[in-house]
T-cell receptor
Framework: GIQVEQSPPDLILQEGANSTLRCNFS?????LQWFHQNPWGQLINLFY???GTKQNGRLSATTVATERYSLLYISSSQTTDSGVYFC?????????FGSGTRLQVQP | DGGITQSPKYLFRKEGQNVTLSCEQN?????MYWYRQDPGQGLRLIYY???????QKGDIAEGYSVSREKKESFPLTVTSAQKNPTAFYLC????????????FGPGTRLTVL
């Protein structure tokens, strides 16, 4: 099946810093989503982005489908950005998740 | 409000018991899914359903069962055959399978005593 690799696995930032999270996948995909999992476990949709670039406030994402990777940019990070960020892709049916990037933003 | 609800939030089970986790959505979505998350890991697919009265096994279906009698409901039963059921269970739905955005419920934490 498809492989999804996320990097880095862990990231510690000072408040106000910028960061880039990467997601590599091993096959062509129909769907790619980025999620933020908060400390209570809720998965929050960030982007639905099988290709192209999208922006939402301080967050933006770019997927280059032909090269099989996606990037999530977080600018001017805040402590509320802490948590785990997941990339997930669909080839035929449901989502296949990467193992996540655990982000800690320190005040 | 539109969304996905899961109940209970926390569930404790004795070994050998079957338990059923509830998932309800009022988004009028055709497709529904169950995922399992173990500590420090991503989610893995248990079962999915594209339409009422139809469901398919995912990657880790052994020891689980589902039904889809109504569009808005997709309950998951964790049977005694599931060897290591302690985990966080998340339900999701989407308009169509594979190409539409999936939305997730708040999850159920199951602990086997």
């Amino acid at each position: 099946g498809i492989q999804v690799e996320q990097s880095p696995p862990d990231l510690i930032l000072q408040e106000g810093a910028n960061s880039t999270l990467r997601c590599n996948f091993s096959d062509s995909v129909n769907n790619l989503q980025w999620f933020h999992q908060n400390p209570w476990g809720q998965l929050i949709n960030l982007f639905y982005i099988p290709s192209g670039t999208k922006q939402n406030g301080r967050l933006s994402a770019t997927t280059v489908a032909t090269e099989r990777y996606s990037l999530l940019y977080i600018s001017s990070s805040q402590t509320t950005d802490s948590g785990v960020y997941f990339c997930a892709v669909v080839v035929r049916r449901a989502l296949t998740f990467g193992s996540g990037t655990r982000l800690q933003v320190q005040p | 409000d539109g969304g996905i609800t899961q109940s209970p939030k926390y569930l404790f089970r004795k070994e050998g018991q079957n338990v059923t986790l509830s998932c309800e959505q009022n988004l009028n979505h055709d497709a529904m899914y169950w995922y399992r998350q173990d500590p420090g890991q991503g989610l893995r697919l248990i079962y999915y359903s594209q339409i009422v009265n139809d469901f398919q096994k995912g990657d880790i279906a052994e020891g689980y069962s589902v039904s889809r009698e109504k569009k808005e409901s997709f309950p998951l039963t964790v049977t005694s055959a599931q060897k290591n059921p302690t985990a966080f269970y998340l339900c999701a739905s989407s308009g169509r399978i594979s190409t539409d955005t999936q939305y997730f419920g708040p999850g159920t934490r199951l602990t086997v005593l």
